[in-house]
């Protein structure tokens, strides 16, 4: 038994046994009985109508439009999380803890902050107007907006979890690599990317769960335009404010076992990560 371990175990049992029923009460009550009913719910209606949510055109351009702008984020995020770690860990220069508190300011910014931040900028009033009237591009009410509103706040997931990663790890390995003559590309290919690739799926997958469900920052941008710019979120918020509920739990079951399957890609992610020693 480790040492760390033994000031817990002193502790009078009585209190051992009533924290660990508070944590098991508060997950209970605030995360798995929600979601319970929400799966109970979708189904109250039966298999026909639970089906029906999904063969209606709105919904189906919702959950198309979620995956759609899961996809063109993720890989953004991939290639920001990537180089930001690299420069951050292994280079020495002025401003890195700036850079790291810049990377952190989603997690602390409302995403209703940040919708309204690029409506600022990119909207009809904003200061990029003009330009994108000429070029005929529109940002706020459609698509880029949306994709824009996503990637602000899944941005650090990616990055923070390969600092975190690459700050405890030795550089030995890419040191043995360069005395062998390997230049930098070849070395990171080689030996750097392979060492971090279950962390840098473990963060893929918080950012993935995150541009799946992200609900403030879209609704700024998107305009709730129904099959056009309605993500999945914002179409079971349009469903129950119509009452429709049958079809707005349906829905929302959805996004919840997309969740789940996420949790469950996790839990595999740290299992490994374990094994590597984390």
């Known amino acids: 038994m480790t040492s760390d371990l033994e000031p817990a175990l002193r502790d009078p049992t009585w209190l051992r046994r009533g924290l660990i029923a508070v ?14 009913l929400v799966f109970r719910e979708a189904l109250a209606g039966g298999w026909a109508t639970f089906l029906a949510a999904f063969t209606e055109p709105d919904a189906q351009a919702a959950i198309w439009l979620t995956l ?4 063109i984020v993720l ?8 180089a930001a ?43 990029f107007a003009e330009w994108l009237e000429a070029s005929g591009l529109r940002v ?42 390997a230049g930098g590309w070849k070395t990171y290919w080689h030996v750097t990317l392979p060492s971090i690739r279950w962390s840098l799926l473990y963060g893929v997958l918080l950012s ?5 469900g992200e609900f403030g920052a879209v609704s700024v941008v998107s305009g709730h ?28 079951s959805l996004l919840a076992a997309l969740g789940l399957l996420t949790l469950l890609a996790k839990t595999v992610v740290e ?3 374990q094994e590597r020693g984390r």
């Open 23 to 36: 944590v098991l009460a508060f997950l209970l009550l605030f995360l798995l009985l929600p979601l319970v």
């Open 68 to 71: 759609m702008v899961a996809a």
């Open 75 to 82: 890989p953004l995020n991939i290639v920001f999380g990537l």
């Open 85 to 127: 770690s690299w420069a951050l860990t292994r280079f020495a220069f002025r401003g890195k803890s700036l850079l790291i508190t810049v990377i952190d300011l989603p997690f602390s910014v409302s995403p209703v902050v940040a919708g309204l931040l690029l409506v600022l900028l990119f909207g009809a009033q904003g200061w």
């Open 140 to 181: 706020i009410f459609a698509v880029p907006g949306i994709v824009l509103a996503t990637l602000f706040v899944t941005l650090p997931f990616v990055a923070r979890e390969l600092i975190a990663f690459m700050q405890e790890q030795s550089t030995d390995p890419e040191q043995a690599a360069y005395t062998l003559g």
């Open 208 to 212: 993935n769960a995150r541009a799946m």
């Open 225 to 252: 335009i129904r099959g056009l710019t309605n993500t999945m979120p914002l179409h079971v918020e349009i469903l129950y404010n119509e009452y429709a509920f049958s079809a707005a739990f349906a829905v929302a």
């Open 271 to 273: 299992h490994r990560l």
